[in-house]
């Protein structure tokens, strides 16, 4: 059996709100984005563990964990149907953290009620798509948006900002894309963090102009 889970944390409160859960770092990724910190686990092919591996860990682990996150890496990489089986079956609660690449296995996941949560990333609008990800799956990323505001599951979406890739004329055309595609919740931007990364980034010197920013949705800043 192949390791294509990189590593798994043991246990956080943070990662999925008001729930006690481990994080699953699935290997590899379709995108390559220049603020990445986990460029390991991307570029990586096998991992510390398999599939028995993480379910007899869970099995351990009934009641006192609450939930499993799957992430990465980009977890949909992998088929995830009968892995997010196994773990309802242990009676598990499943987020998933996605880069919205593989809307196909999302709307099946949904379909067959495998998951309770959704986080998904908002790169860039259309024209910095390809520099940022350097994938052109931009029109992936808008299909899992569309689909995940069908399904009726709860989910969030979230931009990390770094203000050399971004500005805030960006961010406020997001918004518009996110509005135009029904998203009416909060929206997430989290700040880059200066650690290794992709694309060697550093911190920018360049300022983001709060004054212009438009609040058409409701931005919570995370660091
Ligand atoms: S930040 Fe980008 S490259 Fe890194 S895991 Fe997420 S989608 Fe992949």
Redesign the pocket.
Known sequence: MKKIIYNITKFTTTDYKDHLSCIVWFTS?N???EY?Y?PDI?NSKSGLYTIDDLLGFLKKRVGLLEAVVLS???ATMHNLIEICKEIKALDYKIKLDT?GSNPKQIKELLEKELLDFVAI?FKATKNKFKEI?KSNLYDNFIESLNILEKSGIEYEVRTTLHNDLLNVHDINEMQDILIENNYKKDYFVQNFLEVEN?GDLKSSTQKFDLSKLDNKLNIIWRN
């Open positions: 990724c995108m390559r984005c990445c986990n991307v990465g890496g980009e880069n990333d990800t992709i």
